[in-house]
C-alpha cells in the first residue's frame, strides 16, 4: 500500500468539480484527506458558501472517523439520531454523517483516504464525489 | 479498596481484544479509565476507525459521569433524548450513553473504574467490554 | 475590483510548489484565502508535517486579520509579543504573524485575498509564497 | 511501507515502561500515534499525574504535526517562543515541543507514526521512548 499522494488527490478533486460542472451543479468545495485525516487538498469555488470546506472536511472526516462511506452513516444516523448527535460533539465538529462522504480505496481495498463534497443535494454531491475517485482509478466506498 | 492499576487495566483491554477476534468483530477501539475518568489504557486496532478511541473513551466516562452502565445510559437516553442531548454539551462531549460501556466493580462492589469498547454493533461491544473485566477478576456494571 | 477565483488561487498554489521545487525546498503547505478570510484552496504535500495546513491558514488568515503581510506581522510580534500572545487567543488560533504569509492585491492595490505557506524556514516559504502570486500577475503584499 | 501496528505500537509503548522502571524514573504515560496523529496505544502507570497522557500525545503529536523530533522542537521553540506560543493554540493544544517526543521511522526512513512520553525530566522520557522504539527493531527520530 501507498500512501494517497497529492498528485493523485488534485486529480481527484479537479475531476470532481469538473463533474459537477457538467452536471450543472451548484458551488461546492471538494476536500480529500488521507488516511489519517489530515487534508491534502481542499477547493471552494468562489461562489459557494464558506461553510462548504468545513462541511465537505466533514464528510470526508466522518467516513474514516467511523470507517464507513458516507451513505451508510446517513442511514446510520437516521436509525440512530442521538448517538450520531453525540458523535458531533465527542469529535469537536468534525462529523457529518452525509452522502457526499466516502472512503477511498485502492484495487486491494486498503483504505486510503475519504473525500468530501458539498454544496448541492446530497445526492449529487456523491455524484461528483465518486466521479473524481474513479477518474483517478481508485475505489469510492460510500458504504 | 485498591485503585485499578496499570497492569488490571491492560489485562482488561488485552482479553477484550482476544475475545474480539474469537468473535470476528469489526476493528474495536478499548478505553479502561480509573474511577476519576482519566485514562489507564487506550488501545485502537490499526484498521480501526480514528474516531474509534474517543467513542470508547464517551462511553466509559458518560458511565462514570452518570453513575449507571452503558446499557442503562441506553435506555435512559431513548426515554428523554433532549436531556442526552444537553449531556452531550455539559459534558463538552466527554457522554456517548450507549452499549459497549460499563462501569468495573470489585467483589465488594466498589468503584475502580470503567470499560468502554466501539467499533462494532453496540451488543458486540459490550460483550467484548464484559469478557475483558470478568477475565481480570472483577464485575462489569451494564446497569 | 473583482473577487479572487478559485481558477487564480489555484494558479498561486500550483505555481507556489512548483518554485518551492526547484528550490528544493521542504515539503509544504500552501493555503489561499479569499479577501473574507475563508478558503479557496489548501494543497499538502502527502510528506509535509500534519499541522503544516493550519500554520499556512493562521499566516494567511492572520495577514487579513491584522491588515498587513507576515513580514511586518512577524516584525510587529517582535516588538511586542504580549500582545501577539493575546492575539493567538482573541483569534482563537487563527494568526501566526511570521514570514510566509503575504496579502494578495491587484494592481490597483485593491485587496483580493491572503497566501499562507508553511513548512520550510520562514524566508523560503516566504519566497514560494511571493512567486506564485507574482506568476498569477498579482501583488505580493509581505508589509 | 507498512502501516504501524497495534501489535508493534503495544510493544514499543511496553519497552518504554519496563526501561523507565530499570532506570526508576518517575510514574509515566507513553503515547504511541501512527502516521496520521491517531492513537493506537495509550498507557498510563497508575500513580502518574492525570494530564500526562495528553501531555504524552501532545509530544508525540507535536512531532509529527511539524515533522520534526521532540529534541529539535525544543530547540526551535527556545530559539522563536512566539511563534511556538501560537502554534500551541493553533493546533488546539495538540503541540508540546519537547524532547520525550520523537518521529517513529522504519529502516528505511519511511514515517510510521511517533512516540510520546511525559512524567520524569525530559532526558528520561526521551531516553525511555528511545529505547522502546529501538527494542521494536524501527528507529526514533529525535530531530
Redesign the interface.
Known amino acids: ?6 498528485r493523485q ?2 486529480g481527484i478533486v479537479d475531476a470532481s468539480l469538473a463533474h459537477a460542472h457538467e452536471l450543472g451543479l451548484r458551488p461546492l468545495a471538494v476536500t480529500v484527506l ?13 461562489t459557494a458558501g ?1 461553510l462548504r ?1 468545513q462541511i465537505a472536511h466533514a464528510k470526508a472526516w466522518g467516513c ?5 462511506g458516507g451513505a451508510a452513516g446517513a442511514r446510520h444516523a437516521n436509525r440512530d ?3 450520531f ?8 465538529g ?2 457529518a454523517a452525509s452522502k457526499g462522504g466516502a472512503l477511498i480505496r485502492d484495487g486491494e481495498g486498503a ?1 486510503l483516504g475519504a473525500i468530501g463534497v458539498s454544496g448541492d443535494r446530497p445526492d449529487n454531491d456523491e455524484a461528483a464525489a465518486v466521479f473524481g475517485v474513479h477518474k483517478e482509478g481508485l475505489a469510492a466506498d460510500v458504504g
Open positions: 500500500m501507498n500512501p494517497l499522494t497529492l488527490a488534485s488521507d488516511a489519517g485525516g489530515n487534508p491534502l487538498v481542499v477547493k471552494r469555488e468562489e464558506i470546506p474514516l472517523g467511523t470507517g464507513q439520531p442521538a448517538f448527535a453525540a458523535l458531533a460533539t465527542i469529535s469537536e468534525r462529523i483504505l
